[in-house]
């Protein structure tokens, strides 16, 4: 029970968890669409970070095969991203497949992968 309510308390600690859905949620089935509901949030700021990136490979790159480059290794890299992210949260949900944690274990997993990729994504400039 312990790690469920670390779970609720990191939730309830970001500035998005306002909603009645977090605040209110104590049963399982609560937790989890809590959990997901925060990992939509989270992914839509992740899409917004990765598009920004992308415009800044396009504005930031005047060599055109350096931009190529670079862009394509970024696409590659998100997609990497992504089924690393889904695999890794997976094998969590597996690990505690016999609890009813499982889900608060997994939303957590998504949310912590995509917040600190939306991270990586948002410094992906060039560093002068």
Request: hydrophobic letters at 40%; proline letters at 1%.
């Amino acid at each position: 029970m312990r790690i469920s309510w670390l779970f609720l308390a990191s939730i309830a600690a970001s500035p998005v968890a306002a909603s009645d859905l977090c605040d209110k949620a104590v049963t399982t089935i609560d937790i989890n669409q809590c959990g997901q509901s925060e990992h939509q949030i989270a992914d839509k700021k992740l899409n917004a970070a990765y598009q920004a990136a992308l415009k800044r490979i396009q504005s930031d790159l005047s060599d055109t095969q350096q931009r190529k480059d670079t862009k394509q290794g970024l696409v590659e890299a998100q997609r990497l991203f992504v089924q690393f992210r889904d695999k890794d949260c997976g094998a969590v949900y597996d690990l505690w497949r016999d609890g009813t944690i499982r889900g608060a274990m997994y939303w957590g997993c998504m949310i912590g992968h995509t917040e600190q990729r939306t991270k990586e994504l948002e410094s992906f400039t060039l560093q002068e």
